[in-house]
């Protein structure tokens, strides 16, 4: 889903396995592992995408860049 924000151009999840996809303004996509759905549900809820992020995801579960 794209959402509005200054270092965010995606947010995508995949429920069954609790992946959340956060593709950044220049590009690069990274998969985060282990992310609740509620986690999910409040980014996409949250006046600020990139302050979420960087408080309630970032460094919080394992992540990997996707490679395209």
């Keep these: 889903m794209q ?3 200054e270092a965010i151009r995606d947010i995508s999840y995949d429920n069954e396995r609790a992946k959340l996809f956060v593709t ?4 690069d996509m990274y998969v985060y592992v282990g992310v609740p759905g ?3 549900r409040s980014f996409l809820d949250s006046d600020s995408k990139g302050q979420f992020f960087a408080y ?3 460094d919080q ?4 860049k996707v490679e395209a």
């Design 24 to 27: 950044f303004n220049d590009g």
């Design 61 to 64: 579960y394992p992540y990997n």
């Design 56 to 58: 309630e995801i970032r």
């Design 38 to 40: 509620e986690v999910h």
């Design 3 to 5: 959402v509005l924000s």
